[in-house]
């Protein structure tokens, strides 16, 4: 009787001790399941592109989107048609990155808004070209002629920067390019008239005026071709950048994002779709 009462004692402590195992080894497995859930909620998998329509638009949505999927990122892409939500949107969270805009534009914006946004990497960018409305050709200029132009200050002070060039206005001397506005105009011997409106609304404005000033994406969203205008910037102080917030300068996702923009696949994505753009000055030195 005594052998059978130790018989099952020693019985149950073994069954004790095995379901002892078995339940560490369901916490054990529970913890890491929950490390591995921590893991994937730390590594970000979604990013939300802004863009103004046109050209921008086209290389997140048919190349630069496709390449970050095979990377197993979700990329989500949000147009815009004016110069303001985009950099708001990126400020507050509605965006990951956006863009649009050049340097000069979004230096001024953030501090003029307080946005601790900043820019992340150049992109292939549209000419900002003059483009012939009621005149075809440069030499059909004539006094009291009416020129479509920017409102935003920085693609503004481009335009005079232009008219200056051609000779159809003078600045006053030492204005800084970049800041130039309407006081800055030393003399109008062709009695130009300029007339701002928002950049979206500048192709739809040639038919009104003798010619636009009008930033490539617009022109290009349009149906304008760069190579039809007249008149193209002369120089490479104006390529666009991409902005994201300063507090994922050094995150993962924008290594990737920026190396897709920069990969071979891309360069050649671009030269088929954006023949004679402006290009980003790291490509020179890869």
């Known amino acids: 009787m005594h052998k059978i009462e130790a018989a099952k004692r020693r019985t149950f402590k073994k069954l004790l001790f095995a379901g002892a195992l078995f339940i560490s080894g369901l916490l054990l497995s529970g913890c890491f399941n929950d490390t591995e859930k921590a893991d994937s909620t730390d590594a970000k998998r979604e990013i939300v592109f802004g863009t103004t329509v046109g050209d921008f638009s086209t290389m997140v949505r048919d190349k630069v989107g496709p390449m970050l999927e095979r990377q197993g990122y979700r990329v989500k892409l949000i147009e815009f048609t004016d110069y ?21 534009y979004l230096e001024g914006f953030k501090a003029q808004h307080n946005l601790d946004i900043e820019a992340a990497f150049q992109i292939p960018t549209a000419p900002y070209g003059l483009y012939g409305g009621k005149v075809k050709t440069l030499d ?34 030492n204005v800084d390019p970049l800041t130039a506005s309407r006081h800055d105009i030393a003399e109008n011997p062709m009695n130009i008239e300029i007339i701002t409106l928002e950049a979206p609304q500048l192709p739809r404005s040639l038919e009104d005026v003798d010619f636009s000033a009008i930033n490539g994406n617009f022109a290009i969203s349009a149906g304008l071709n760069p190579k039809d205008a007249v008149f193209k910037e002369p120089n490479f102080t104006f390529v666009n950048w991409s902005a994201v917030r300063s507090e994922d300068r050094d995150s993962e996702w924008l290594k990737d994002v920026t190396d897709a923009f920069n990969s071979e696949e891309f360069k050649q994505f671009s030269a088929e779709r954006f023949e004679g753009y402006q290009l980003p000055e790291v490509w020179e030195a890869q």
Do not use: C
């Not at 059909?140 to 206005?169: E, H, K």
């Open 84 to 104: 303001v939500r985009p950099n708001l949107a990126l400020a507050e969270g509605s965006l990951d990155i956006n863009i649009f805009q050049h340097l000069p």
């Open 140 to 173: 059909g200029a004539y006094s009291g002629m009416t020129i479509s132009a920017p409102n935003d200050p920085s693609n503004y002070a481009r335009v005079l920067v232009i008219l200056d060039y051609l000779g159809w206005i003078k600045l006053k001397d």
